[in-house]
């Protein structure tokens, strides 16, 4: 974990912004997986750990607004505890690495809760994800379940975005941590992608590499010659000549900082004229994200600008046609690229999602856009120094949306359904680099994956 003073700090800073009451902070729990002693691997919530540390299951962090004090709450072992799992830390020593005097066993949380609503003081939580946390906290609070995340506190949602959001140079050292895993996870795919190898056996090591690395996969592994489906976690086929093979994926460090990196490659080393064509579509596209992205700049516009390269690039090749911009404005591009650019990045790949999009993302100036591809755009404010983000364009040929849009005529002065047509089995490409927004630009994080397509060719081919 990082010093006792970096938890102390961060709890200063939420303290400093202006809430009263108490805010509760739930760890996670082990969760089974088939019986109650067989569990997944754990994973503690993000929020916690962030300002509580401690990465070990069942307990809760209390900040009191009023009174400045700090709680843990959690059972210390027994005995039985410490025969299947060693000698353990008591809870008082745990709490003490991250700067908190008082703690007590869990039940006295509920104590704690009740008390504070008695006094009429407010109790502020952060939407929960997890069965086993919305039923404590229906069981602590009184709030219905289905009730439990329209009560959340939009106070403590937006105190925390507002601190998580500006990554410290300690968890930026972490994330780099994340991308060196992350890149050797990439270039093994690369090298396996021959033919007659079962995409599960390069996803499989790959996730070996991670978890070699001492974390977790940030996310499960994406990784599929049908990159056109845009989350494939479908590894049955074996490789073959001439695909190309999309890898989305990335590591945890230790201390649970993600990398999220994206490659495409040619199956057995030589890009196809077409693949290439469109494969060059994209990295210009990605590297005009990575130039535009400064502090100042809503990212909504750094997408609808790369969004004007990949519909420009199409158009060249025929497959989109008349005015680019407006082509970008009417939405034509979703076609081929119906996601959003990037999105924050930090212990979470998709950092903070659980607290609500809109808050992360989002706010009184740069509202979400309603319109089909843009509006899955996770991020479109403007950037701030301090930023962790991901920089993800795609071309992609799906085919039931292709028939969709020729069918309904949908944006049909900016396509070509004929030419679009041919391409049809291409699958997708999709190339995504890990970018902090600097004081005065930005800069890669991590060593840039190779991603120059005679470079990929080289590697493939060994
Ligand atoms: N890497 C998966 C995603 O960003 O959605
Ligand atoms: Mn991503």
Redesign the pocket.
Known sequence: MFEKSTYENRRKALKNKGLNGIAVFPGNIDSPMNYTDNTYHFRQDSSFLYFFGLDIQGLAGVIDFDSGEDFLFGNDFDIADIIWMGPQVPLKENAKKVGVEKCSAFSKLFELVSETIKQGRKVHYLPPYRGENKIMLEKLLGIPIKLLKENASVQLIKAVVDIRSIKEPGEIAEIEKACATGYQMHVTAMKMAQPGVWEQKIAGTIEGIALAGGGMTA?PI?LSQNGETL?NHDHSKILKEGNLMVT?A?AESLLHYAS?F?RTVPVGGKFTQKQREIYEIVLAANNHGTALTKPGVAYLSVHLAVAEIIAGGLKDLGLMKGDVKEAVRNGAHALFFPHGLG?MMGLD??DMEDLGQIYVGYDDEIRPVDQFGTAYLRLGRKLQPGFVI?N?PGIYFIPALIDKWKNESINADFINFDKVNEYRNFGGIRL?DDILVTETGSRLLGERVPINPDEIEKIVKG
């Open positions: 996310f994406i989350h989305d990335g999220d994206t999105h790949v998709h991901t993800e995504e």
